[in-house]
C-alpha cells in the first residue's frame, strides 16, 4: 500500500477584495475560490457571492447552511476568523476551516504544506 493524497483541490479564501485573507467567515459577503494542484501550483477559478450569515455571535441555521453549499465542492475554506459554528456546518461536509489571515499566496502555501502532511498519515487502498 502505498501513501497517497488529494493532490488537486480547491480552496475557498474569504476576502473583500481577493488580495487577502481579511474576512471573518460569517461575515464574508463573497468567496474567492482557487484550484490548487500540489505538483503545479494554483490559480483563480472564479468569485462566489455568499449572504454573511453572522448575526452578533449567532447564525441562523438554514442560511449557514446555504452558505457552507455554496463551498461544498472545495477542500479547504480559509478566513480571518471562523466560529465554532462555522467550523461544525463546514466540518460536517468533510471540508477543512482555518484561520489564516495574512496574504493569499501565504495561506495557499501553509494549505498545500498542510495537505502534504495530512497526505502521510493518511492511506487510501
Known amino acids: ?43 483563480f477559478l472564479e468569485e462566489r457571492k455568499v449572504q454573511p450569515v453572522c448575526l452578533g455571535g449567532k447564525h441562523n441555521k438554514s442560511e449557514m447552511e446555504n452558505s457552507v453549499s455554496k463551498i461544498s465542492d472545495c477542500r479547504y475554506v ?3 476568523r471562523i466560529g465554532a459554528g462555522a467550523i461544525s456546518s463546514i466540518a460536517a461536509l468533510g471540508i477543512t476551516a482555518m484561520e489564516l489571515p495574512g496574504s493569499i499566496d501565504d495561506a495557499i502555501l501553509k494549505i498545500w504544506k498542510y495537505n502534504r ?8 487502498n
Request: net charge negative; hydrophobic share 35%; glycine share 8%.
Open 1 to 43: 500500500m502505498a501513501d497517497k493524497y488529494i493532490s488537486k483541490y480547491k480552496v475557498a479564501v474569504a476576502s473583500t477584495k481577493g488580495e487577502s485573507v481579511d474576512q471573518h467567515y460569517g461575515r464574508a459577503e463573497k468567496f474567492y475560490i482557487y484550484t490548487v494542484d500540489d505538483e503545479e501550483g494554483y490559480d
Open 78 to 80: 480559509v478566513a480571518s
Open 117 to 124: 502532511i495530512q497526505g502521510l498519515f493518511n492511506k487510501i
